[in-house]
């Protein structure tokens, strides 16, 4: 079983249980958008994914493997998470930022090679950001920032990419672009997951759904049978249509009469 | 291919070259006035001699105290404000100088001192270590949970201190315990800097294994967490490192102010803000800050000798208030 595999997560804080059971299986090759309403449990189940939140119950199975049992820089190697609204805390150049991405790929007191800053390089024309290398991360725009921070994740190569709400905050064209990147590395052979709010870039690129309510999976599978109007008004509680398919998918949504 | 590099390599060659210099100053320059010929000279002739006594027994214990001191709260400032990712931290945030300073004074309050030359050194890395255990007791959970227990601590030390002034035995003892505080680093002997380098070269050993953790803090906890930083073990790193090596500082040479403070700030327009690049330029350019300033106390004419803390908390405000107007302008 290549790829992630959570089984039966639950996650609890303060007597609340965030995550209810929720059990899916995803391979490489997927761009699973992850559905729901705010406060469904949507970045607790992605943080859990990731291996940053521990689950009361059940695992989350990486090639099979627990994720608790695999070694910290082991999954920083094959996994990238980024969170939401992720920020610089130091004004450090744009490439720098990016090869922080590496440091899991790096022995200890050993400093970046030549090979390694061709790889920062290529990250960063991946990004479109290549004119940006030298400038401060903190002078960015919000779209360069995010852009910053997927060349950050996918300059060392992973597997997996875990990311929350990655179009946060981005204006039409860059969230188109931000969602084509990430079918992009699904169709060239990793496994994307994301939170998305936006429902009509979701049906145009992700391959898979996941919709959340109140902490429990009410629907999984691929977006063409999962993204359909009664699942989407089990989630969110608003009546929607579907218009076209594929590309061309449009989600029209308006309020319960 | 140009890189970002800074001018990390430049600037740590002209400390290199400067620290050497000061060192030097610093053995000619003293309450007894030697000309450098004399001094050279008594280290060639028959021993003891005068020369050598003062160069042997004040001179450069006194440098090398300012060096060690100086280094350790640079070192100390950069990787705490990497790990706190504020540009306000100081070394003393965790509590440890309170703890340090608490511990001396209570070898001075009750007369330990004058009995046993070495009490107000080992009375202080008790007090640092004490406090920063307590630190870490409270507030090992989360960043935020770490700066609050390290102003509880800080406060639980200035309240003993409090009490100790209060009950002083004497107008004497008291005297004695407030200058103590301004902070020094004359008369202090090879036996109590032998004492402290053991703590201060483990608090160093640390911190020397912080600095990727610290360079991936920069994209805030989550994300260095998933990069493999394990920040519970970094958290505990630095604390120790710091409790350490800022503690059996404080013990030895008082609470001294805004070297840890500054000198991060100070080097950060010329290496760049990565905190892994910051580390031991702020920690060469700390020795050198407080080495120069422990000169200027010694050429300045005043009638008291004028105390290390003192002094650099004179130079520091300013210089400080000249930081903050202009960090914007400074920073790259």
Redesign the interface.
Known sequence: MSGLQAKRLVFRVAGRTLVERVGFVCERGQFVALLGANGAGKSTLI?ML???ARPAEGQVLLDGRPLQAID??E??RR?????QN????????V???VA??L??HLP?FHDLNAAM?RKVEAALAQCDLAHK??Q?ADTLSGGELARA?LA?ALVGDPDILIADEPLAGLDPRHAIEGMARLAALAHAGRLVVASVHDLTLAARYATHVAILREGRLTAFGPTAETLTPANIRMAFDVRASIHGTGADACVDFRALA | MVRTRGYTYQTLCVLLLLLPAAFALSLAIGRVALPFSELLHGLAAPKPNLAWLILAELRIPRTVLALVVGATLGLGGAALQGLLRNPLAEPGLLGVSGGAALGAVIAIYFGLATAFVLAIPLLGIAGALAAGALTFLFGRSGTLTLILAGAAVSGLAGAGLSLALNFAPSPYAAYEITTWLLGSVAERDWAQIALCMPFILAGWLCLAFTPRGLDLLTLGEAQAESLGVNLSLLRAQVLAGVALSVGAATAMAGAIGFVGLVAPHLVRPFVGHQPSRILLPSALFGALLLLVTDIAIRVLPTSNELKLGVLTSLIGTPFFFWLVLHLRRLSP
């Open positions: 943080r990731a291996g940053l910290r820089r999954l920083a996994r990238a998470y980024i969170p992720a920020r610089v805390e130091w004004p450090i150049a490439e720098r930022l922080l991405g440091m899991p200890v800053w290398r030298g401060p921070m950050r």
